[in-house]
């Protein structure tokens, strides 16, 4: 069965620092790249970040370059989200999601709230 466990998630004050989690479980997690999306309200589900199958590579969206990092770590199975440097319109529910076309899993979510 396959799982992706969103952690790390909650409230922080502008300027502040979080790390995401996406815990995977059920595919062999290696061969798959991994992405985080997030969701504001009212708004659609957007691109996020971006890392290969082996980590060698990430991509980002303009939005969070220079703030966020997206590293994995294929032994333990867990890709993280690096979040610096927090502003109000973070806020949203951040996913992770498994890829290797045209395969794909997400995660449940967690919610980042970035206010004073």
């Known amino acids: 069965q396959v799982q992706l466990v969103e952690s790390g998630g909650g409230l922080v004050q502008p300027g502040g620092s979080l790390r995401l989690s996406c815990a995977a479980s059920?595919?062999?997690?290696?061969?798959?790249?991994m992405q985080w999306y997030r969701q504001a309200p009212g708004k659609e589900r957007e691109f996020v970040a971006a890392?290969?199958?082996?980590?060698?590579?990430?991509r980002y969206a303009d939005s969070v370059k220079g703030r966020f990092t997206i590293f994995r770590d294929n032994v333990i199975t867990t890709v993280y989200l690096q979040m610096n440097s927090l502003k109000p319109e973070d806020t949203a529910v951040y996913y992770c999601?498994?890829?290797?076309?045209?395969?794909?899993?997400w995660g449940q979510g967690t919610q980042v709230t970035v206010s004073s």
């Open positions: 059920g595919f062999t997690f290696r061969d798959y790249a």
């Open positions: 890392a290969n199958s082996l980590g060698t590579d990430a």
């Open positions: 999601k498994a890829v290797r076309n045209p395969t794909f899993y």
